[in-house]
């Protein structure tokens, strides 16, 4: 059992847990996840590792549908039945001299430990934050410990820009240059994040969360097509370069499984 050492609400879908986990946190790296298990008969979940500090791991989770909710009515003191990692490949830490992150909503808590990494060895770190409003921009305190600078955009305009992180990033680009950058938030997001920085010539990193099961190459499930060939994001990713990834393909998989998710649930209301 994983003890629950810290809870804190970021908004009121989102909580961050710190867990007292030592092999995980032991040989955890910049972009590695977890997969826990609430309780003996609960479904897996998959977060990226947020944190670590000596034997604890910090994660980050949005209460989406029914085990995230239950994960959510967990409390400081309570345990986590199953708490597996670190899995997938570390996040390739590129040797650049600046870095632009961009997060979109609950992308930011992935993203923060490789900027942490970015800014640990030297490199210019900005970020381009977004969310839907300004209660949805989590971790900035966190994040202007290792960032030079931060450009906040909300779809509401309640904090900094309205509009989408892309709509910042073609004004910043008008007048700053950066020689990497990594997006991680929805799938649409990072779609057209990596359009508009093709058009810059700036290369960018993606964090691609598929439907997992296993975590382990075994299933098939966190299948993604990168220049028209397989990969998992289970035991490949879950990092990648975006340039070459078939959003389009992820996107209409996403769909399904709300789709799917929206029908059992109109069913469970019937019944
Ligand atoms: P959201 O849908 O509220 O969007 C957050 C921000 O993304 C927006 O404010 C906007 O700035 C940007 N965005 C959205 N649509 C855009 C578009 N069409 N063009 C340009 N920018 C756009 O975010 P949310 O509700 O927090 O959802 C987060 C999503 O991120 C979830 O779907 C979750 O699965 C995903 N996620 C991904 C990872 C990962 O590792 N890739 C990790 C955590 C969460
Ligand atoms: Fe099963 Fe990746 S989650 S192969």
Do not use: W
């Amino acid at each position: 059992m994983y003890k629950i050492l810290k809870k804190e609400t970021l908004n009121k879908d989102v909580d961050l847990m710190v867990v007292h986990a030592p092999l995980v946190s032991k040989n955890a790296l910049p972009g590695h996840f977890i997969i826990l298990r609430v309780n003996d008969e609960g479904e897996r979940i998959p977060l990226t590792i947020v944190d670590i500090e000596g034997e604890n791991v910090s994660i980050i989770y949005q209460k989406l549908g029914y085990s995230t909710s239950l994960l959510g009515q967990l409390n400081e003191g309570d345990s986590i039945a199953d708490f597996v990692g670190p899995l997938g490949k570390p996040a390739h830490i590129r040797d650049v001299k600046s870095v632009l992150g961009i997060a979109g909503g609950v992308g930011a808590a992935p993203l923060l430990p490789q900027l942490k990494e970015y800014k640990r060895r030297g490199v210019n770190v900005d970020l381009v934050i977004g969310a839907r409003n300004k209660d949805y921009i989590i971790l900035l305190d966190k994040y202007k410990k290792y960032c030079d600078n931060i450009y906040v955009a909300t779809d509401d305009g309640s904090l900094g820009t309205k509009g989408f992180v892309t709509d910042v990033l073609v004004e910043l680009y008008k007048e700053k240059k950066y020689d990497h950058t990594i997006a991680i938030g929805p799938l649409v997001m990072m779609k057209f994040v990596v359009i508009l920085n093709k058009k810059y010539n700036i290369p960018t990193d993606v964090s691609l969360n598929p439907i997992m099961i296993d975590g382990t190459g075994m299933c098939g499930n966190c299948r993604v097509t990168i220049d028209g060939k397989t990969f998992f994001a289970c035991i490949d990713g879950p990092d990648f370069p975006g340039e070459g990834v078939n959003f389009d393909e992820l996107i209409a998989r996403q769909d399904y499984y709300h789709e799917e998710e929206h029908v059992c649930n109109l069913r469970l209301v019937k019944k």
